[in-house]
């Protein structure tokens, strides 16, 4: 059982370690290509390189019931679509400049989390959570800007990619509520291939629907090379990972074990880009950091409810 768990919280580290690695060093070197192109590309990579080992999934997905396909079209949609796009513009928008940023604030999904399965699920709102998602809010706010007030003009990059990085927190954060439900009929290997095959495919169809097609031609060797890498490692491979711990620790384990994403995502930034953050947003990182862990960790019970 103890074997069970290292395993489980190791694996949810290296996944965090990963998102870190490729939302500061991957995905912005995809630049040069068009957002909805790069949405396409990596998903198409890793679905195709798992059809030798997960092609059984496809008499899975045979047996599904109608409202299963609808949840696995709603975790395609958000996390996949809205999700992949919105964090991808947001890393476009700040060009090399504090993508540390872009990433933490992504990390105010369990918010949007929790909010969504209270809406869907009717999981009731508490006092406790509304309080350190406010927190959690206003250290977003202090990462982001600092004490100034931002600026909302159409030029305002900072601004603009703070406000796609919100989406895609909330985009993932309801990706998590419904693979939850995904979770009871397919096991984690299965529901990754199943994500990234119809994600691939919506994806698709935006692209020929926008009239852009597939331009395949305007993908250099060096470009290929690195959707490779995040296809094995930081896109599927890193969802296969934090599926596996997943199922094997406690949400409060995985809450502690998620915290290396920022701090890779900090370290990476400095050594990297060269990019630290101010006197403010370190305090708006801190705050925001504790505050997505007191919402993501349920408060303990009383001794005497516990012995019962």
Same mark, same amino acid.
Not at 34 to 55: A, G, K, N, W
């Given at each position: ?195 990234? &095959? +119809? *994600? /691939? ?5 935006? $692209?020929?629907?926008? #009239?852009?097609?597939?331009?395949? @031609?305007? %993908? ?10 995040? &296809? +094995? *490692? /930081? ?5 296969? $990972?934090?599926?596996? #711990?997943?199922?094997?620790?406690? @949400?409060? %384990? ?30 708006? @990182? ?23």
């Amino acid at each position: 059982m103890v074997r069970r768990s290292v395993a489980g919280a190791l694996s949810i580290c290296l996944a965090a370690i990963l998102w870190g690695l490729d939302g500061v060093v991957l995905t912005p070197r995809l630049y040069a290509l068009s957002v909805p192109f790069v949405v396409f590309l990596l998903h198409l990579v890793p679905f195709v390189l798992m059809q030798p080992f997960l092609y059984p999934t496809y008499g899975a997905l045979r047996r599904l019931a109608f409202a299963d396909w609808l949840t696995l079209a709603l975790v395609a949609l958000c996390g996949g679509i809205v999700g992949t796009f919105s964090i991808v513009k947001a890393l476009f928008l700040v060009d090399f400049n504090q993508v540390s940023v872009v990433v933490l604030l992504q990390k105010l999904q369990p918010v949007f989390a929790i909010l969504l399965a209270a809406i869907i699920l009717g999981e009731r709102v508490t006092r406790r959570f509304l309080l350190w998602s406010s927190l959690a809010i206003a250290g977003a706010y202090l990462l982001a800007f600092g004490l100034a007030v931002p600026a909302v003009g159409s030029d305002s990059r900072t601004a603009m990619a703070a406000a796609w990085a919100a989406v895609a927190a909330a985009a993932f954060g309801s990706a998590t509520v419904f693979g939850k439900r995904l979770l009871q009929v397919l096991d984690f290997r299965q529901a990754t291939f199943a994500r990234y &095959g +119809l *994600t /691939t495919l919506l994806a698709l169809g935006f $692209l020929m629907l926008s #009239g852009e097609g597939v331009p395949f @031609a305007s %993908v250099t060797p060096t470009l290929w090379v690195l959707i490779l890498i995040i &296809g +094995l *490692t /930081t896109g599927s491979g890193a969802i296969l $990972l934090y599926y596996f #711990g997943l199922s094997r620790v406690p @949400a409060t %384990v995985s809450a502690i074990c998620e915290m290396c994403l920022p701090l890779s995502a900090i370290i990476l930034d400095y050594l990297i880009n060269g990019s630290r953050l101010g006197p403010w947003q370190w305090v708006g @990182a801190v705050i925001l950091m504790f505050a997505i862990f007191r919402v993501s960790v349920p408060p303990a019970k009383p001794s005497s409810e516990r012995a019962t």
